[in-house]
Structure formats: C-alpha cells, structure tokens
C-alpha cells in the first residue's frame, strides 16, 4: 500500500507478509463513523484492492470496540431544506461506497471483532467473508432503538447468514446477540477466547494471504452472484427508507432519548 494509506487520520494500515490488516482508530468513540472515518476507512480499502502484493486483509478495531456505529453528533452535519439529517447522502456517498469495496475486493477479508459490533459497525462486520470475534464480542443492530432501519446493507447480510426468523429478531427488537449465540446461529465463523483472537486472526490472515487468491476471488463472486446480485437495490431502498425514518417524530425522540440515556416514548408517528 502506498504511503498515504498509511498516514490516514482515524484508521491505521499494518502489513504482515502478503496480509494487510486495516485498523479502526477512533477508540476514544468506540470507533463511531463519522465524516472523516469514512473517508479514511474507504481509502484503506481501495489502496488494499488495487495493490496486487495484497492477499488478503483484515479488518479490526482499536480500543475495545470493533465500531459501536454511527457517530450521532457527526449525523447532523449535513441536512435537507427541511431540517433534517441528510442521511440519504450520507448512506449513498459515505457508507455504500466501503460496503461494496468489500463485497467486490477480489481477495478475502477477515472482519476480526474485538469488542461490540453495533450499527453500521454490524453490518461493516458482517460485509466481510469471515468473522472471527472474542468471546466478549457481541453483535446489535441498534437501529429499531433510537427509531431507524437497519442500513449499511444489514437487512442484506443478516437474513442472507441467518434466515428471516432470526433476522426479524435482531432488526425489530435490538438485543445485543452474544459472540457464542453469534456462532450458533451461524451469523459468524469463529469465536476466540479474547486473549487469542489477535493470534488466531493473524494465522487465518497468512493462511489465506498464502492460499490461492484467484480461487478465492472465484468462490467471492459466486457468492456475490447467488447472494447479493442485488445488493445496489437493497442499499438504495435501505437509504430511502433510513430518511423516511429521520423525518418522523419517533427518530427524534429515539435519538433524544439515546442522548439523555432514558427510555424512549415512541408514539408511533
């Protein structure tokens, strides 16, 4: 990777061998995404993509979070003539853009959870090929509980892991799924002792980085093709629907709520 990948403000490149592993470095915010985040975090990706030394990468947090989501103080940056959060352009420029670098990287990526999944940060994870977590880890698809949708192509990858049952579980009642429950319900690959998961990480990396790429690249675009050929339309309703959501009366209140840490009173409207 070239020298300004590794000079990114909120996420940090490493290389081991032919493996890369792209570090998420807001720790201070549970590696919230903000503006700066995204951009950084799809330049890291882009710069792994098109360096064909690259074999394989993983993607990890810094601190004790994998991601605890999107960051709400940076949600409000930009807004719509109506005064609302323009989250449309955020999904659509911002979160889309990293998603479909993932799905269409043409090596494997390795999501390596080290803490809480939440959010946008669950379905960043859940973009991956392979999901290693610690046994602490636990995945949430926060977004029913500050009155949103899941996005970042969650309502994608989550039914297309674990079936519909257990998918309308996790989106419409927001409880945190524990890394072993994770496991069993086969939302993940792996679940490590905390104090393994680097290692463990670091030998699954080599073992791929060391594996045949163009094999991998093939089984990735027939998943790709039988899974999620149309992921560009989940995404786009997923937007659509997420600014819908941030245009009602229950968001406010979700997110008011979620600020003063109380009970949100949804009143349906």
């Not at 392979?130 to 995945?139: E, G, R």
């Not at 409880?175 to 998961?197: C, F, K, S, Y």
Request: a negative charge; glycine letters at 8%.
């Amino acid at each position: 990777m070239d020298e300004s990948s590794e000079q990114l403000q909120t996420v940090n490149t490493r290389r081991d061998g032919d493996a890369v592993t792209i570090e998420l470095n807001r720790p201070e915010a549970l590696n919230a995404w903000n503006a700066q985040f995204g951009a950084d975090l799809l330049a890291a990706l882009r710069g792994a993509a098109a360096d064909e030394s690259i074999r394989a990468v993983v993607i990890t947090g810094g601190g004790r979070a994998f991601s605890s989501g999107a960051d709400l103080k940076d949600i409000s940056t930009e807004t719509t003539p109506d005064g609302r959060p323009d989250v449309y352009k955020t999904l659509t420029e911002r979160y889309h853009p990293i998603m479909l670098a993932i799905r269409e990287m043409p090596k494997p990526v390795v999501a390596s959870v080290n803490g809480p999944a939440v959010g946008i940060g669950c379905s960043l994870a859940l973009c991956c090929d392979l999901i290693l977590a610690a046994q602490s880890a636990y995945f949430l698809l926060a977004f029913v509980n500050i009155g949103l949708v899941p996005d970042g192509g969650s309502s994608l990858f989550v039914p297309s892991r674990v079936g519909v049952a257990r998918a309308s579980d996790l989106m419409m009642l927001g409880e945190r799924l524990p890394a072993e429950r994770a496991l069993q319900w086969g939302l993940i690959n792996q679940v490590t002792p905390d104090e393994q998961l680097a290692e463990r990480t670091a030998a699954l990396a080599a073992r791929l980085a060391s594996g045949p790429t163009r094999s991998y690249a093939g089984a990735k675009r027939l998943l790709n093709n039988r899974l999620y050929a149309r992921i560009d339309e989940q995404l786009e309703l997923e937007a659509q629907l997420q600014q819908e959501m941030v245009g009602s009366d229950d968001f406010i209140e979700g997110a008011t709520a979620f600020v003063q840490k109380r009970a949100p009173q949804f009143k349906g409207s």
